[in-house]
């Protein structure tokens, strides 16, 4: 995850669709980063910095409400069941792969370890359909070799999900300590786990397509652990996300994405999954319908706020996204872009909940006929 912004939430209003009856459904606002918080306190008035507060209260929420006035709601869609077994993740080999991962050091573009670290992933997803995506990016530091990975698992409907999880590390800090174990490390780890849940079955839905996306991080400073932005955001990050979604674009690939799941520091053992104001209303519903139904619900979407992550050039080119992210990794974000994101923060039920959550989504989207429009 590369920066943090100070952003007015959307407001959202009550949506209707051809198939689904939707109502807005309140959720809480975000509480705790100082930069949102004042703009969003000055909007809504003062708020409590209780987390456990917060969670209860999205717990306590039927999702049939009446619209509420909150400021971010929640569409409710009128889903189809799925009685199938619930998904399972292996959080304990997942966390095994992040280890793996994180024992390679620090992963930065153009590194040695950049390179082992993609040989590893490879590694795992032999046999599998892979495409690979190598590209030279020309970025302030000058041109750093960038290679996005994907394992394509075919389904029996027409259409693509991706799932998607940066892995280089920070750049600015690559002559530190710094390894990422949340922050790049968590979520790849977490995708060769749902690998090995696709692996070897005809999928009953979409097929499935697994990204491992290099060059998230933006390579100048960009104003997290107490730096100064050396450039806008938006001209120094996400090189690796946006050459493939220029390519599936150019290729006609993205006409057949019907959503996009990205998975973003999600490792924290104290997991709480930021309700992404970016991300696509409904989509974000039914992620958050698939993880009610698992018994998740409690980690998910206590607070929101706008992100800006790999899921961006996906949403400006109209496909549904979904950023599941923690951005509270510590007191108020304190280990994010520091060489305190190790592995002792982490946690294999984080990496459960929030893969079993993948799966279900997964899972729903399969049975939801047609999906909402974009
Ligand atoms: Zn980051």
Known sequence: MREKRSRQPKYWGVVAFDFYVVFGVSVNTIKCFPVLAVSISLAFGPASCDRSQDASRVEAQNPVQQPSESDASLPNLSLPPDDGPPPKIDGERAMKYVQEIVAFGPRPLGSASHKKVEDYILAHLKGDTLENDI???ATPEGKLPVHNIIAKFAGTKDGIIIIASHYDTNYPLRKTSFVGANDGGSSSGLLLEIANQLRGKKLDGYSVWLVWDDAEEAIKPDGSGGTPN????????????????????????LKNVKAFLLADMVGDADLNIEHDTNSTPWLESVVYQAASRLGYQSHFFARTMPVDDDHIPFVKRGIACADLIDFDYGYNDVYWHTTQDTLDKLSPKSLTIVGDTMLETIRLLGKMNPLPPK
């Open 135 to 137: 590209f030279t990016a």
């Open 230 to 253: 050396e450039m806008p955001f938006e001209e120094d990050s996400l090189y690796g996300i946006t050459h493939l979604a220029d390519k599936w674009q150019a290729d006609g690939t």
